[in-house]
């Protein structure tokens, strides 16, 4: 790994064996410039590796860094650590490009900031404010499980303890056997299911804490998403429609779930973020506006009463 102005021997690398039965030999731990130690947990998915590997470290910071990761630049961690000694920092993150194969076969560099609430890639974190603040994954999650974690750590942190870098400095490399990728571009469509469950275990987790404004918001940007995103045109396709209909039930549990709390939300606020998400999805051509759909009330109550709910384990 080529970086720049970084000492290696402040480093270690921890890698959790997730119900594996394999080992990496001596020879491979040795033949790097920094300490790298193997733990073996049941296989519990990434939720729970990611968590074992947090309980075994005593670092100061950590990345949680997949196979398919890499840095950008020679530089990037070393302008990573160059704020790492500010003691109100709990998190640096910097924006990051990723691999997207297009249907020709050739490969495009799509571009997320460090603003980015949904990845973990680009992202750095305290430690000790993460177990003083008992910040988790949710082992329930078995997909989604960063836009949890992340949201949830850029909540209890606010405006000002995180750093944005605007660099980009970070890569999310392609990779064919990831579960992102096998499913194809309409990823979010086919696991409806798990982006419910992880929004309603974010809920839950924010309304435990009290932390009821942040909640709010979420039921609000998750429900207000779905009926925006229910009229993309890529997901009106013959080949969605099976997928399309679940989703509906998949949100229809999640309505049911929160619905004393959308009721308590103004109209003016629904139609803000409705709007948010249509016109990102215009601006992708992916949006007639000039089609006729039901309105967000009336959509409401479909799923209130006519939609029959999955049964989401919560």
Same mark, same amino acid.
Request: net charge negative; proline share 3%; glycine share 4%.
């Given at each position: 790994?080529?970086?720049?102005?970084?000492?290696?021997?402040?480093?270690?690398?921890?890698?959790?064996?997730?119900?594996?039965?394999?080992?990496?030999?001596?020879?491979?731990?040795?033949?790097?410039?920094?300490?790298?130690?193997?733990?073996?947990?049941?296989?519990?998915?990434?939720?729970?590796?990611?968590?074992?590997?947090?309980?075994?470290?005593?670092?100061?910071?950590?990345?949680?860094?997949?196979?398919?990761?890499?840095?950008?630049?020679?530089?990037?961690?070393?302008?990573?650590?160059?704020?790492?000694?500010?003691?109100?920092?709990?998190?640096?993150?910097?924006?990051?490009?990723?691999?997207?194969?297009?249907?020709?076969?050739?490969?495009?560099?799509l571009r997320h900031d460090g603003k980015d609430y949904i990845f973990v890639h680009g992202k750095m974190f305290k430690r000790q404010w993460l177990v003083d603040n008992h910040v988790r994954f949710c082992d329930k999650l078995t997909l989604h499980e960063d836009s949890y974690f992340v949201a949830m750590a850029n909540m209890l942190l606010g405006k000002n303890n995180k750093i944005n870098l605007p660099e980009y400095l970070y890569l999310w490399q392609w990779n064919n056997k990831s579960v992102t990728r096998v499913n194809g571009c309409d990823f979010t469509l086919?696991?409806?299911?798990?982006?419910?469950?992880?929004?309603?275990?974010?809920?839950?987790?924010? /309304?435990?804490?009290?932390?009821?404004?942040?909640?709010?918001? $979420? +039921?609000? &940007?998750?429900?207000? #998403?779905?009926? @925006?995103?229910?009229?993309?045109?890529?997901?009106?396709?013959?080949?969605?429609?099976?997928?399309?209909?679940?989703?509906?039930?998949?949100?229809?549990?999640?309505?049911?779930?929160?619905?004393?709390?959308?009721?308590?939300?103004?109209?003016?606020? /629904?139609?803000?973020?409705?709007?948010?998400?249509?016109?990102? $999805? +215009?601006? &992708?051509?992916?949006? #007639?506006?000039? @089609?006729?759909?039901?309105?967000?009330?009336?959509?409401?109550?479909?799923?209130?009463?006519?939609?029959?709910?999955?049964?989401?384990?919560?």
């Amino acid at each position: 790994m080529l970086q720049r102005n970084i000492k290696w021997s402040d480093f270690r690398m921890l890698i959790v064996n997730d119900g594996y039965d394999i080992e990496l030999p001596e020879e491979f731990a040795g033949g790097w410039p920094w300490e790298i130690r193997q733990i073996w947990i049941e296989h519990g998915g990434i939720s729970r590796a990611r968590n074992a590997g947090m309980d075994a470290s005593d670092a100061d910071w950590i990345m949680f860094c997949d196979s398919d990761d890499a840095f950008l630049t020679t530089v990037s961690l070393a302008m990573f650590l160059k704020f790492a000694d500010r003691t109100d920092t709990g998190m640096v993150t910097s924006g990051f490009y990723e691999e997207a194969l297009q249907p020709d076969g050739r490969m495009a560099f799509l571009r997320h900031d460090g603003k980015d609430y949904i990845f973990v890639h680009g992202k750095m974190f305290k430690r000790q404010w993460l177990v003083d603040n008992h910040v988790r994954f949710c082992d329930k999650l078995t997909l989604h499980e960063d836009s949890y974690f992340v949201a949830m750590a850029n909540m209890l942190l606010g405006k000002n303890n995180k750093i944005n870098l605007p660099e980009y400095l970070y890569l999310w490399q392609w990779n064919n056997k990831s579960v992102t990728r096998v499913n194809g571009c309409d990823f979010t469509l086919k696991t409806y299911n798990h982006l419910c469950i992880k929004n309603a275990a974010l809920a839950d987790e924010l /309304i435990r804490r009290g932390m009821f404004v942040d909640a709010k918001a $979420l +039921v609000l &940007r998750a429900t207000t #998403d779905a009926y @925006a995103n229910l009229g993309r045109l890529s997901w009106h396709t013959p080949e969605n429609i099976l997928s399309a209909e679940r989703a509906e039930k998949d949100i229809a549990s999640f309505i049911r779930r929160y619905d004393y709390i959308l009721k308590s939300i103004p109209e003016n606020q /629904i139609e803000q973020s409705i709007e948010k998400t249509r016109s990102w $999805l +215009v601006k &992708r051509k992916d949006y #007639d506006r000039d @089609a006729p759909r039901m309105t967000f009330q009336e959509w409401i109550e479909r799923a209130r009463h006519e939609i029959e709910p999955s049964r989401l384990v919560y």
